[in-house]
């Protein structure tokens, strides 16, 4: 936030911002409760599992909104957002209908499965707009990174929800390095913010070998 603030970014992606924000303020809320309360104690279990839900779509949106400044010159602002409101709300269905058998902790089960499917579309939604960048050989350099350092995010985070429930046992190893790769978002946006302008641009043949 600060890289931002500083270079003056911050409303230029204000999304991206916006779900720093909620982050830092989470964080805060979590350790407040975590000391309180307890790291095995209900009430922090609650907090952080909704609490990551709401974080989830925050980030969903900032991804949209990513969308928006690569199909800005196409004027389909409009689309990306309807688009963006409508698979939100199409993955919500699909999580509830998953967690709609469960009579136990029904609500929580569904945010959890809601955070596990939204990391999963934003996956898939984070290659689709890396194969557009490539199509129409986009090269603000700012853009390609935050797109990127979001692509590595996705997949580490998806990968270790799939590992966690392949193997329930080693819950415990795999929301620690869940912890652990929550600065990697953090970290690339502040290279993108500090070290690249909003104008500089990237040769179309680095563009190529960074997709390879």
């Known amino acids: 936030m600060v890289c931002a603030l500083t270079k003056g970014a911050f409303r230029r992606y204000l999304f991206l911002n916006l779900y720093m924000i909620a982050s830092v303020v989470v964080s805060l809320g979590r350790y407040q409760v975590l000391e ?11 907090f952080y599992y909704y609490s990551d839900a709401v974080l989830t779509i925050l980030l969903y949106f900032a991804l949209t909104s990513l969308y928006a400044h690569v199909f800005g ?23 509830y209908a998953v967690v709609q058998q469960s009579s136990a902790r ?21 290659y689709l707009l890396w194969g ?58 502040a290279y993108a913010f500090w070290k ?4 500089q641009l990237m040769s179309p043949a680095r563009l190529a070998a960074v997709s390879r």
């Open 36 to 46: 309180h309360s307890g790291y095995t104690s209900a009430a922090y279990l609650y």
């Open 73 to 95: 010159e196409m004027h389909a602002n409009r689309y990306v957002r309807l688009g963006a409101v409508v698979l939100l709300a199409g993955t919500a269905v699909f999580s």
């Open 132 to 189: 557009a960048i490539m199509k129409m050989r986009e090269t603000r350099a700012q853009l390609v990174q935050l797109v990127l350092s979001l692509g590595v995010y996705f997949s580490l985070f998806a990968a270790t929800y799939a590992l966690r429930n392949l193997y329930p046992s080693m819950s415990s190893v795999f929301m620690s390095l869940l912890q652990v790769f929550g600065f990697v978002l953090p970290l690339a946006w």
């Open 196 to 199: 690249l302008s909003s104008d």
């Open 106 to 126: 029904m609500m929580t089960h569904f945010v959890v499965e809601l955070s596990q499917n939204l990391y999963f579309v934003g996956l898939i939604l984070t």
